[in-house]
């Protein structure tokens, strides 16, 4: 009887724990929740969205969105289940962030061939294993993963979480119902500021008051997940062309474009609650409240979660690890999510995806298939596998890690969608040989 151990229950665990399940093996998967939580967890379920509710951009003309597509042609847990608990957020994907997790967990832990086993774990257990424990892993397995490694250092950087309001507590006299370019539905809450208000907000945010973080400096912000009190420290401008643009946003209480828009997205499915988009944060409570409800339509805005900040752990990949996300000196040890240096929801869900496909094959002495730099899913793995990076640093998927085409299409976006085609043609090719089609156990 084949059994692989997962390490961890989130995004890259569950995925990968459901594809091996899925194709006939049995599962171990380990998971600390809820007998210990990190600082940044709140639910004991699984899956648990951290920061922002949204799985990003669903257009084929958006990296992300091919991604998400690729995963969903290859028959994703993660995908399925963000489908099917989905709230409207204009071109985007975004979740009802407790829903989401429910399901996975219902999931997971009905699986005929998965086994739950709650409890931390402190030492890399024995092979077959993925460790997929992601950039929160607590201390006594970083040093344990640090020291599989040979002592090589991981390296660190810092992600924030932005805070949550209540509906009914936005002043709708400052704002209005649209998404950008009125493209789909009007999913986004727009909170209009005018020049001498945005003025004073930066002011304010750039001053205000962080909370204490051990070695925390702008330099180490990973700039994918910035903090917005870090954006108006860098220039009066940067969060105008930032999470505050108002391009492609026209206020109806005045027939112009605002001089800034704060963007308000739906967190949950009922439309109580709202996130502040690209608002993550790392300033005290207090100062939270005090700055954000300079913002017009949040003046008497009920928080009812503020913004966190929290140190994200990241393994040296390049030289570490192959294409499959296995640790180069034993191919059936592999890691997955965002402790590899993949950056986000949907690249952690491949991560997982692609390293639990490849053990399948390999536990069965099987040589794995290799997914082509073609795909999105292919190109995050060579990126993070690639020895000759230099100064490797966290990715989200982008179309500039991914083969070039080889003839010329003009305007971005269609040739942006013709590399989207190029892949899932690819991805149509790999689906008779990827597919969980071995016999149930």
């Keep these: 009887?084949?059994?692989?151990?997962?390490?961890?229950?989130?995004?890259?665990?569950?995925?990968?724990?459901?594809?091996?399940?899925?194709?006939?093996?049995?599962?171990?998967?380990?998971?600390?929740?809820?007998?210990?939580?990190?600082?940044?967890?709140?639910?004991?379920?699984?899956?648990?969205?951290?920061?922002?509710?949204?799985?990003?951009?669903?257009?084929?003309?958006?990296?992300?969105?091919?991604?998400?597509?690729?995963?969903?042609?290859?028959?994703?847990?993660?995908?399925?289940?963000?489908?099917?608990?989905?709230?409207?957020?204009?071109?985007?994907?975004?979740?009802d962030r407790h829903g989401f997790s429910a399901m996975v967990t219902e999931k997971i832990r009905t699986h005929p061939r998965i086994t739950v086993v709650e409890g931390e774990v402190t030492e890399i257990p024995a092979p077959p294993l993925i460790v997929a424990t992601g950039p929160l892993t607590s201390e006594a397995l970083s040093e344990a993963i640090r020291a599989h490694f040979g002592g090589k250092e991981y390296l660190n950087f810092f992600d924030a979480a932005a805070p949550l309001v209540t509906?009914?507590?936005?002043?709708?006299?400052?704002?209005?119902?649209?998404?950008?370019?009125?493209?789909?539905?009007?999913?986004?809450?727009?909170?209009?500021?005018?020049?001498?208000?945005?003025?004073?907000?930066?002011?304010?945010?750039?001053?205000?008051?962080?909370?204490?973080?051990?070695?925390?400096?702008?330099?180490?912000?990973f700039e994918g997940c910035m903090p917005v009190e870090v954006m108006a420290r860098r220039g009066a401008d940067?969060?105008?062309?930032?999470?505050?643009?108002?391009?492609?946003?026209?206020?109806?209480?005045?027939?112009?474009?605002?001089?800034?828009?704060?963007?308000?997205?739906?967190?949950?499915?009922?439309?109580?609650?709202?996130?502040?988009?690209?608002?993550?944060?790392?300033?005290?409570?207090?100062?939270?409240?005090?700055?954000?409800?300079?913002?017009?339509?949040?003046?008497?805005?009920?928080?009812?979660?503020?913004?966190?900040?929290?140190?994200?752990?990241?393994?040296?990949?390049?030289?570490?690890?192959?294409?499959?996300?296995?640790?180069?000196?034993?191919?059936?040890?592999?890691?997955?999510?965002?402790?590899?240096?993949?950056?986000?929801?949907?690249?952690?869900?491949a991560s997982g995806f692609l390293a639990a496909v490849a053990m399948a094959f390999k536990v069965r002495g099987q040589e794995p298939p290799e997914f082509p730099r073609e795909t999105a899913t292919g190109a995050l793995a060579h990126y993070i596998s690639n020895p000759n990076a230099v100064n490797f640093q966290p990715m989200n998927v982008n179309f500039g890690i991914m083969t070039p085409l080889e003839y010329r299409v003009k305007g971005k976006a269609n040739k942006n969608l013709a590399i989207s085609n190029r892949a899932l043609a690819c991805i149509d090719q790999l689906l008779p040989e990827i597919s969980a089609s071995h016999p149930t156990a």
């Design 1 to 95: 009887m084949e059994q692989v151990t997962v390490v961890g229950a989130g995004l890259a665990g569950c995925e990968a724990a459901w594809q091996l399940a899925e194709r006939g093996i049995f599962v171990r998967l380990l998971e600390m929740k809820p007998q210990k939580m990190s600082p940044a967890h709140h639910s004991p379920d699984f899956a648990e969205l951290v920061c922002s509710n949204s799985l990003r951009s669903d257009r084929l003309e958006n990296a992300v969105g091919l991604l998400k597509e690729e995963l969903r042609r290859m028959g994703s847990l993660i995908l399925a289940c963000a489908d099917a608990t989905r709230v409207e957020a204009g071109g985007a994907l975004a979740v």
């Design 167 to 221: 509906a009914d507590s936005i002043d709708m006299e400052y704002a209005w119902f649209a998404s950008r370019y009125d493209r789909g539905s009007a999913d986004y809450i727009n909170c209009a500021m005018d020049a001498v208000e945005y003025a004073a907000f930066v002011h304010e945010l750039a001053h205000a008051e962080e909370a204490e973080v051990h070695g925390f400096e702008d330099k180490l912000v």
């Design 238 to 349: 940067t969060l105008r062309y930032g999470p505050l643009k108002p391009v492609g946003l026209r206020d109806p209480h005045t027939g112009r474009e605002p001089h800034a828009v704060v963007q308000l997205r739906r967190d949950n499915a009922s439309g109580t609650i709202y996130n502040l988009v690209g608002f993550q944060t790392h300033l005290r409570f207090p100062e939270q409240k005090r700055v954000f409800s300079m913002i017009p339509a949040l003046k008497n805005a009920e928080f009812v979660r503020y913004g966190v900040m929290h140190r994200n752990t990241f393994i040296n990949s390049p030289g570490l690890l192959d294409c499959w996300y296995a640790d180069l000196r034993d191919p059936l040890i592999a890691f997955a999510g965002q402790m590899t240096g993949v950056e986000g929801y949907v690249e952690s869900t």
